[in-house]
Nanobody, 119 residues
Framework: QVQLVESGGGLVQAGGSLRLSCAAS????????MGWYRQAPGKQRELVAA???????NYADSVKGRFTISRDNAKNTVYLQMNSLKPEDTAIYSC?????????????WGQGTQVTVSA
């Protein structure tokens, strides 16, 4: 059984920073791409940032230059450093990972963490 556990959400004023973490645990042989998605009320879920096992990153245009995704392969953990936060960044942030277990390759999701940015 594989689990993704997120931490680091909360309430912050505009211009502030938050760091999200997502740790994968369980029967893991390897982890391919890891990423962060977000969903604001009334909107569709969108990709925020992703990082491959080799360290190649991809960002949504709306967060480029403000957010940084990174991963620690030894800890099976992905991070999202969010700086210069704006009220429009308010959403539930969920991590996502493509994980190879003993017998298969599946996509897993974390439970989500709320990020609220006040004006």
């Amino acid at each position: 059984q594989v689990q993704l556990v997120e931490s680091g959400g909360g309430l912050v004023q505009a211009g502030g920073s938050l760091r999200l973490s997502c740790a994968a645990s369980g029967s893991i042989a390897s982890i391919n791409t890891m990423g962060w998605y977000r969903q604001a009320p009334g909107k569709q879920r969108e990709l925020v940032a992703a990082v491959t096992s080799g360290g190649i990153t991809n960002y949504a245009d709306s967060v480029k230059g403000r957010f940084t995704i990174s991963r620690d392969n030894a800890k099976n953990t992905v991070y999202l450093q969010m700086n210069s936060l704006k009220p429009e960044d308010t959403a539930i942030y969920s991590c996502n990972a493509r994980i190879r277990g003993s017998y298969n390759l599946l996509t897993y999701w974390g439970q989500g963490t709320q990020v609220t940015v006040s004006a």
